[in-house]
């Protein structure tokens, strides 16, 4: 799902999945930098800024990832509320239904008209609003007026959650659709500051970004390969998990299981769960609720978080971590200490 530039296989970064999907369907324009543009910038100019969109590109991709659960949440929630709905309306039609029955064979004057008026409405505020019209019928009919009015009470308050629902989600919506236009536009700025690079000097910025290990470092696992440590421990089975997944693809969003692919925090926490412990999704929460651990006392099965917490390896022992880095590359391991990531090092907890 990743892009390489012409001649090197130089990767974009983290997010460029999902905007190789967009450009696919509306096109993106990249600005090449042409014979009249300003100086190219130095290597170490471009460095600077590939790291920077890195940044961002984990940070609006892990915001996306935590819309996109909020989003399942919701549309979980509305099918739950619309089923209370359907059950909710069907007591009140049946006791709309009853009390005009009632009111029907109890009456004869001109409030009888006034009643079956607003028995006629299918509309349970209304219904409440007209309720001391309707507590006429109390005198031999007072359980089934005082039902009627329960339902119509309950049926309005489920009619008001599905709305407040209805309205996150759309909510919800918009929120996706300005984060992907914003990863649209930090690729094209980085595909344009790449340009102003020979194709050697490309390969050069590759090698200290995330994901360096698989340009060229000989340190770098990718394929699977047996795990032969301790199994006593949930956090030995998780270890072992992340062995199996090496040379997945990444994947936006992924969760996997392989071949499907994995992003970062799909992948800890894929591996977690198969140890028996269920952690949350997204980078952010993973790190705001797990408990924080030293740098100095990491221990296999740990989560290092890095670039302002928007991306997670786990550490796998012997100065080693498992990450998923970035679209285009796969499942690999690589030292802990690679430029990139002892650079952008935030932390570690334990889950």
């Known amino acids: 799902m990743g892009t390489r530039l012409t001649g090197n296989g130089f990767r974009l970064r983290r997010g460029l999945a999902l905007a190789i999907a967009l450009v696919t369907a509306g096109g993106l324009a990249v600005v090449a930098i042409g014979a009249s543009a300003a100086p190219a910038p130095t290597v170490a100019q471009v460095q600077a800024k590939v790291n920077q969109l890195t940044t961002q590109f984990n940070k609006v991709s892990e915001q996306l990832d935590q819309a996109d659960e909020q989003l399942s949440a919701a549309q979980r929630q509305l099918k739950q509320v619309t089923a209370r709905w359907q059950h909710a309306n069907a007591q009140f039609e049946a006791a709309r239904t009853g009390v005009a029955e009632i009111a029907a064979s109890a009456y004869e004057d001109a409030g009888s008209t006034s009643i079956a008026g607003v028995l006629s409405s299918d509309n349970p505020e209304a219904i409440l609003q007209q309720g001391a019209l309707l507590l006429q019928l109390s005198a031999t009919h007072d359980a089934q007026t005082q039902q009627l009015l329960s339902d119509a009470s309950q049926l309005a308050g489920v009619q008001q959650e599905m709305q407040r629902t209805e309205n996150g989600i759309a909510s919800i919506k918009s929120q996706l659709t300005d984060r992907k236009s914003s990863l ?8 344009a500051t790449l340009d102003g690079l020979t194709v050697p000097q490309q390969q050069q910025v590759a090698n200290t970004t995330i994901g360096a290990g698989g340009s060229g470092n000989t340190s770098n696992t990718t394929t699977k ?27 936006y969003g992924g969760t996997g299981p392989c071949p499907d692919g994995y992003d970062c925090s799909g992948l800890v926490q894929a591996a977690w769960a198969h140890a028996g412990l269920g952690i949350q999704r997204d980078t952010f929460e993973q790190w705001a609720t797990l408990a924080h651990i030293s740098s100095t006392a990491i221990e296999p099965g740990d989560l290092l978080y890095y670039a302002g917490q928007s991306h997670v390896a786990m550490y796998v022992g012997g100065g080693m971590i498992i990450d998923a880095p970035i679209p285009g590359q796969v499942v690999e391991k690589i030292p802990m200490n690679s430029e990139w990531y002892a650079q952008n090092f935030d932390g570690a907890v334990r889950p």
């Open 184 to 191: 649209k536009k930090l690729i094209s700025t980085e595909q």
């Open 225 to 251: 390969q047996p795990y032969t440590g301790p199994t006593g421990t949930q956090a030995d089975a998780a270890v072992a998990f992340a062995y199996a997944q090496l040379g997945c693809p990444y994947v």
